[in-house]
């Protein structure tokens, strides 16, 4: 099982800021598959980001995703009042799909 | 536009079995590449993924928790069931279905809250 690990915990930023948030697998990640989410209290997740770099339908330009093999990037560039929310990892390349811990953004 | 909703006990006592109903709309469970996922995520934790059924009816589980579910569909119905056995206290979560085509889930449902309490 490949275990992600994400990391801060919590970043606390202000709006405007760039918050650089890192997910870490226990071992390769095949074809980069890997995808991020956003989930808001009350809310279900809501995917941002699959095979490590292609924005989803509707998802802004700021968020931008990188990496490879084991060390993978989300990058929001300014950050806007409702990105304040927590981010989850997922990789999709090996059985089980597994999730990371997530990274709460915060206001600073 | 795809939607999903889950439906299901709010309340199980431990040691019963849960049964939760994923009823969706547009898409079909009948196209190739597409499929459906359960995922749970108890209060304040990260999301773990349990189960998927794909179109051609091929079936994933969680290896940890393999032994106790069951996903079955009915596409006439536009529906993707999951059955949990023996449920315990740390089984309290919100369950959640979703659409997924490569393994990554979008969208998803609202989501359903379980507890499971005596």
């Known amino acids: 099982e490949i275990v992600l690990t994400q990391s801060p915990g919590t970043l606390s930023l202000s709006p405007g800021e760039r918050a650089t948030l890192s997910c870490r697998a226990s071992?390769?990640?095949?074809?980069?598959?890997l995808a991020w989410y956003q989930q808001k209290p009350g809310q279900a997740p809501r995917l941002l980001i699959s095979?490590?770099?292609n924005r989803a339908t509707g998802i802004p330009d700021r968020f931008s995703g990188s990496g490879s093999g084991t060390d993978f990037t989300l990058t929001i560039s300014r950050l806007e009042p409702e990105d304040f929310a927590v981010y989850y990892c997922?990789?999709?390349?090996?059985?089980?799909?597994?999730f990371g811990g997530g990274t709460k953004v915060e206001i600073k | 536009q795809i939607t999903l909703k889950e439906s299901g006990p709010t309340l199980v006592k431990p040691t019963q079995t849960l049964t939760l109903t994923c009823t969706f709309s547009?898409?079909?469970?009948?196209?190739?590449?597409?499929?459906v996922g359960w995922i749970r995520q108890p209060p304040g934790k990260a999301p773990e993924w349990l189960a998927l059924?794909?179109?051609?009816?091929?079936?994933r589980y969680s290896p940890s928790l393999r032994s106790r579910l069951t996903i079955t569909k009915d596409t006439s119905k536009n529906q993707v069931v999951l059955t949990m056995t023996n449920m315990d206290p740390v089984d309290t979560a919100t369950y959640y279905c979703?659409?997924?085509?490569?393994?990554?889930?979008?969208?998803w449902g609202q989501g359903t809250l379980v507890t499971v309490s005596s």
């Open positions: 547009g898409f079909s469970l009948s196209t190739s590449g597409v499929g």
């Open positions: 997922q990789q999709y390349g090996s059985s089980p799909l597994t």
């Open positions: 059924i794909y179109w051609n009816d091929d079936k």
């Open positions: 071992q390769s990640v095949s074809s980069s598959y």
């Open positions: 979703g659409h997924s085509k490569r393994n990554w889930f979008d969208p």
């Open positions: 095979d490590a770099s």
